[in-house]
């Protein structure tokens, strides 16, 4: 059996971390945390799953703090999660059963779901890939001072494995601003990769054309998982601000990377719903037609079907198509049948 280290880097978690390590020595046969400058009980709660707990100063650097963890690890895998991370028992067996595997059959870099949230009936809302477990043979290394990535090496395997990411708590909303802003300050030059993270920090916290320059910018050289983020983040500035039609505009750039999205393609209904409920219905019906798309982007699933019924519904209700909205309120039923919205649009059907 291949043997795992888990590395964490933690600060102030005291009220979730003692959840995530809990899950964790179940699977891990070593747990790394890093202290990046707590002053709660974090460490406390650390040392009670383990001796190694480490700090590390503070540098506005995610990636350098997590380069660290990973450089303490002594196993043959590395894999990292955050202090609000939960892994249920059915993807704590899978974990084991891959180390089983591993020892025969060795795998550089697995992807696991990371889900970050969930629908009524449990499955994942919200859901995509991240480079989890990593075989320290291929020198894995975290790069980008604010979200932090692994760049996948050697053999790469998507599994059915999935991490919860259970925030309880909101966070500091204007730290990666900050950061970003004190390293543009410093002379740092973002690649396509950091101008759409920033420009979606701006769109966060409602600089919303300051968030117009930047991912205007981004969308100007940019790789294709890139240009559809920095298209529909666009998007949604230009939407926040009025501008229905240079939203719908950005909306249209991103099908220069590929075939469109059921998440893009639902943006643009949203756009026209109300206004223009025909056309509205038309790109709803289109985002029935998307395929799942590419493993590694983010996927809310519910924009391939259950979105799609229910806008329909209203959109087909409010043109006087009374049969047709009634059919597509039906479809979305047998979704999500005790979702608050099926509820209200009940009583427009009884």
Not at 119 to 142: C, H, M, N, Q, T
């Amino acid at each position: 059996m291949s043997e795992i280290s888990l590395c964490l880097i933690v600060k102030n978690e005291e009220p979730v971390l003692a959840g995530c390590l809990a899950c964790a020595e179940k699977f891990a046969d070593e747990i790394i945390v890093v202290d990046t400058g707590s002053d709660d009980g974090t460490r406390r709660v650390a040392e009670r799953f383990t001796d190694k707990v480490f700090d590390f100063k503070w540098i506005d650097d995610f990636s350098a703090a997590r380069n660290f963890s990973f450089s303490k690890a002594e196993k043959e895998y590395v894999m990292w999660l955050d202090a609000d991370d939960l892994v249920s028992d059915e993807n704590i067996d899978k974990i084991n059963e891959l180390k089983n595997k591993l020892a025969s059959d060795p795998i550089d870099t697995v992807m696991c779901k990371y889900v970050t949230a969930r629908a009524d009936d449990g499955s994942p809302a919200f859901s995509f890939y991240r480079e989890r477990i990593l075989r320290r043979a291929v020198k894995p290394e975290w790069i980008g001072f604010v979200h932090e990535c692994i760049v996948p090496k050697g053999r790469v395997v998507y599994s059915d494995i999935e991490i919860d990411h259970a925030k309880i708590r909101p966070g500091d909303q204007w730290r990666n601003l900050r950061i970003y802003q004190k390293k543009l300050s410093e002379g740092v030059t973002l690649d396509s990769r950091n101008k759409l993270y920033y420009g979606r920090e701006l769109k966060d916290n409602r600089l919303y054309r300051e968030a117009i320059n930047v991912l205007t910018d981004c969308l100007s050289d940019c790789p294709p998982t890139t240009g559809v983020e920095a298209a529909e983040a666009l998007s949604d500035c230009y939407a926040a601000v009025g501008e229905k039609d240079n939203a719908v505009e950005a909306l249209c750039a991103a099908f220069r990377f590929g075939a469109p999205r059921a998440e893009t393609i639902c943006k643009l209904g949203a756009l026209f719903s109300g206004r223009d409920d025909r056309q509205a219905a038309f790109w709803y019906q289109c985002a029935l037609n998307c395929e799942g798309g590419a493993a590694g982007v983010f996927r809310e699933p519910d924009c391939m079907d259950f979105i799609p019924y229910v806008e329909l519904s209203c959109c087909y209700y409010r043109l006087g198509e009374r049969d047709r909205a009634k059919k597509y309120h039906a479809l979305a039923k047998t979704i999500h049948p005790d979702h608050p919205v099926i509820i209200n649009n009940e009583k427009y059907f009884i």
